[in-house]
C-alpha cells in the first residue's frame, strides 16, 4: 500500500523510456522499404473491350502507373496482320496503339503484347497480354493454339511465326499474305485468337525477311497435314448451382477444337549446285565448297599449264566439300592457276546439264618464301636430314579407350604405307613379342588409319612406326613413331540399357552428350522390340534420342513441302541420365510414335542441388535479417538505457 503512490510514476516513466529508445534507434526516416513487385493494373480501355462496330484508328489503355514502352513495337503482334507497323504512342499512364492503316470491316482484330507491358521503374510486366474488339456486329472468338519445335532436335522454337489462310490453294504461302498471324512464345507455344469460322491451312515459317511470306529454300517452314476447322462446344460440369433466387446456374467450360497442334519446323532439301568456295590454300592444297554433294560429278582442268593427273581429290563425309592436293610439284611451283571447274547442275526444267566455271587459284607469300629460302639454304650448308612428316594419334591423355580402335592421321595424302613396319607389344614385355592387330583405312576420315585389337583392361602398351614406313603423295616420308598408353579397368566403365516396346517401324537410337551440340556418342539401329545396350561409357552425362526411320535409310531425312512429306519425326526420354562407373541401369521406353511429344529434358541431379542451394541461401537470408533484427535492437536498448 506504501508503493501505490509510485505506480502512476513508474508507468509514466516506461512510456517514456520507450519514447527515448525509438527515437535514439531511428533518428531520421525509415531506409528501404518493400520492392515493388506487382504489374501494372489495367483500369481503362477504349474502346471497350470486346466491343463490336468499333471504328476508331487507335486503341487506348490506361493503367495505374506509367509504362516502360522498350520491347511493345517489337513484341506487338496484330491479327489479322497488317501493311504498316502500328504507332506506339503514350500520354501520362495511358498507351496509345495508333494504326497507321484503315482497319478491315467486319473483322476481329486481336493485338497480342507477349510480355511487353511492364512498369517503368521495376520493369514487373503483366503476362500474355491480350486486346480484341471488331469492326462489325459480330465478335469472333474461335482459336487455334500449339507448339512449334525445331524438326531434327526438338528444340522449341521462340519467336516463331504462325500462319492461317483461308486461301486452301497450296500457292497461298508463296503469294498470299495470311488472314491471321501469332508469334510463338520462349517455350514454342502459340495462340491464334479471334478467328472467324471456315476452313485454313496452318503453317510456321522463321519469316527471314518479315515478308509474311515463303521463301523456299531461304526459310525454314513448318506445315500441318489436314485442314483446320476452328470450332468451340460448352462443356457442362456433373454439378449444378442453385442462385438465392431460385435460378439453376450449370458450370461448365468452353472447349475449343482442333486440339493443340504440334508443328515440326525443317529447312526443305531443296537441290541448289552452286560453287560457294573456290580457294588455294598452299602451293600444294587447293579448297573447293559447293551447295549440293558432287562426288563423281567433279572434274577439274588447268587452262594456263596442259597437263594430266596433276591432283589427288579429297572429299568430306557428305561429299558438298574437298580438297585438291596438287601432287605436280612442277604444277605447285605456279603462283597463278587457272582453272575450269566442271560439275553437275539442274535446269528450270529439273534436266541435268554440265555446268562450267573458270576460276583463278592464286598463291603469293613473298615473305614466307623468303623465310623458307633461308631455311632451305641453312638446311642445305648444315647438311641437315631429308624432310620427313610427323603422324597424330587420336589418344586423349595417353588412353585408349577398351571398345574403341587407336587412329593415327597423315598430314598429307600418302603414296605407299608398310604396314609390317608397325609394331605393337606388352610394354611390361621385356622380350617386346609382336602382338597381332587388324590394320586398315578409316572409312570415314580421310589420311586416318585404324589399329584395331582387343584391348586388355588395365594394361599398358608400345606402339611404334619405323622411320619411312610411309611416304606421302609428294615423296616425303614419315617420322618414327614411339608411344605408350595404357588401357582402363573395366570396372571404370558402365552401360545403359534401354527395354524398346511398341517398336512399329526402323528406328535410330542414338546417345548423345548432355550439352547443346548433342554430340552422337554412340548409336544403335532398331528393327523390332528389344534390347538395346550402350556398354563402355564413360560415367558422364547423356541424352537419348530417338529419330523414326520412316524409310529405313539408317539416317534423318528432313520434310518437303513441294511433295507434302514430314521430316522423320524426333523423340527423346526427357530426362538427363548420368552413368556411373561399375554400374549398369536398364530403362522400359514405349517408343509408340507421340505427336504430341515435347522436349523437356530434365536433370533432376541438378535440379536437386539448385534446390538444396536455394534452402541453403534462403536460410543463411533468414539468419542475417534475424541477427541485424537482434543488433537493432540491443543498439536501441543500449541507448535508451545509457540516456
Known amino acids: 500500500m506504501k508503493n501505490t503512490g509510485k505506480l502512476p510514476i513508474l508507468i509514466v516513466a516506461v512510456l517514456a523510456w520507450i519514447v527515448i529508445i525509438s527515437s535514439c534507434a531511428n533518428p531520421g526516416m525509415p531506409e528501404g522499404g518493400y520492392r515493388d513487385t506487382i504489374p501494372p493494373v489495367l483500369l481503362k480501355t477504349d474502346p471497350v473491350y470486346k466491343s463490336v462496330n468499333n471504328k476508331s484508328s487507335e486503341v487506348r489503355l490506361t493503367f495505374n502507373e506509367y509504362l516502360s514502352t522498350e520491347e511493345i513495337s517489337e513484341a506487338l503482334v496484330v491479327s489479322p496482320p497488317m501493311v504498316k507497323k502500328p504507332s506506339i504512342l503514350t500520354k501520362s499512364k495511358t498507351l496509345i496503339v495508333k494504326f497507321n492503316e484503315e482497319l478491315k470491316d467486319s473483322t476481329t482484330y486481336s493485338l497480342d503484347f507477349k510480355g511487353s507491358l511492364a512498369d517503368n521503374n521495376e520493369k514487373n510486366k503483366i503476362e500474355d497480354f491480350r486486346f480484341s474488339f471488331s469492326t462489325g456486329p459480330v465478335y469472333d472468338s474461335l482459336r487455334v493454339s500449339g507448339h512449334l519445335a525445331n524438326a531434327f532436335n526438338q528444340k522449341p522454337v521462340e519467336k516463331g511465326l504462325i500462319l492461317l489462310h483461308s486461301n486452301l490453294h497450296d500457292s497461298a504461302v508463296f503469294k498470299v ?136 581429290i579429297e572429299y568430306n563425309e557428305k561429299f558438298d566439300s574437298l580438297s585438291v592436293w596438287i601432287t605436280d610439284t612442277t604444277i605447285a611451283k605456279l603462283d597463278t592457276l587457272i582453272a575450269e571447274v566442271a560439275y553437275f547442275q539442274l535446269d528450270s526444267m529439273d534436266q541435268v546439264f554440265l555446268k562450267k566455271d573458270t576460276v583463278e587459284l592464286a598463291f603469293l607469300d613473298l615473305e614466307k618464301e623468303r623465310a623458307q629460302k633461308r631455311k632451305k639454304d641453312k638446311d642445305e650448308s648444315d647438311k641437315k636430314t631429308v624432310e620427313q612428316f610427323s603422324w597424330q594419334t587420336d589418344l586423349t591423355g595417353g588412353t585408349v579407350e577398351l571398345n574403341k580402335k587407336l587412329g593415327i592421321t597423315a598430314p598429307e595424302p600418302l603414296f605407299a604405307f608398310d604396314e609390317t613396319k608397325i609394331k605393337m607389344y606388352l610394354t611390361e614385355d621385356t622380350l617386346k613379342t609382336p ?106 552425362k547423356y541424352r537419348v534420342k530417338l529419330i523414326y526411320d520412316s524409310n529405313g535409310n539408317g539416317k534423318w531425312d528432313t520434310g518437303s513441302f513441294q511433295d507434302k512429306t514430314q521430316p522423320e519425326k524426333v523423340i527423346y526420354l526427357n530426362q538427363v541420365h548420368k552413368v556411373r562407373s561399375n554400374w549398369d541401369e536398364s530403362l522400359i521406353w514405349d517408343v509408340k510414335p507421340d505427336q504430341s511429344f515435347v522436349k523437356n529434358i530434365r536433370d533432376l541431379e541438378q535440379e536437386e542441388k539448385a534446390r538444396k542451394e536455394a534452402e541453403e541461401k534462403a536460410k543463411k537470408e533468414k539468419e542475417g535479417k534475424n541477427r541485424q533484427q537482434m543488433q537493432d535492437f540491443m543498439q536501441g536498448s543500449g541507448s535508451g538505457l545509457g540516456f
Open 177 to 312: 499474305r495470311p488472314d491471321y498471324i501469332a508469334k510463338t512464345d520462349r517455350e514454342g507455344k502459340f495462340l491464334i485468337d479471334n478467328i472467324a469460322p471456315g476452313k485454313y491451312h496452318i503453317f510456321a515459317l522463321n519469316d527471314a525477311n518479315n515478308n509474311l511470306l515463303y521463301n523456299e529454300g531461304a526459310e525454314e517452314i513448318a506445315f500441318y497435314d489436314s485442314i483446320v476447322v476452328p470450332s468451340a462446344v460448352f462443356e457442362a460440369e456433373p454439378d449444378t448451382i442453385r442462385t438465392e433466387k431460385d435460378t439453376i446456374v450449370v458450370p461448365g467450360h468452353t472447349h475449343f477444337l482442333p486440339e493443340p497442334i504440334y508443328l515440326s519446323q525443317f529447312t526443305e532439301d531443296l537441290f541448289e549446285q552452286y560453287l560457294e568456295t573456290s580457294k588455294r590454300d598452299n602451293r600444294y592444297k587447293c579448297t573447293f565448297v559447293f551447295g549440293e554433294p558432287v562426288k563423281d560429278t567433279f572434274a577439274l582442268r588447268l587452262l594456263n599449264y596442259a597437263t594430266e593427273n596433276w591432283y589427288q
Open 435 to 540: 602382338l597381332k592387330f587388324s590394320f586398315g583405312k578409316d572409312t570415314t576420315t580421310y589420311r586416318k588409319y585404324l589399329i584395331g585389337y582387343k584391348w586388355v583392361p588395365g594394361t599398358s602398351y608400345s606402339f611404334e612406326i619405323d622411320s619411312a614406313a610411309a611416304v606421302n603423295i609428294y615423296g616425303i616420308t614419315s617420322r618414327k613413331l614411339s608411344i605408350r598408353f595404357s588401357s582402363r579397368d573395366e570396372d571404370f566403365y558402365g552401360s545403359l540399357e534401354l527395354d524398346l516396346s511398341n517398336v512399329e517401324m526402323p528406328l535410330i537410337v542414338q546417345l548423345c552428350s548432355n550439352s547443346d551440340e548433342e554430340k552422337v556418342v554412340a548409336e544403335r539401329f532398331i528393327h523390332s522390340n528389344g534390347k538395346v545396350l550402350f556398354d563402355y561409357l564413360l560415367p558422364e
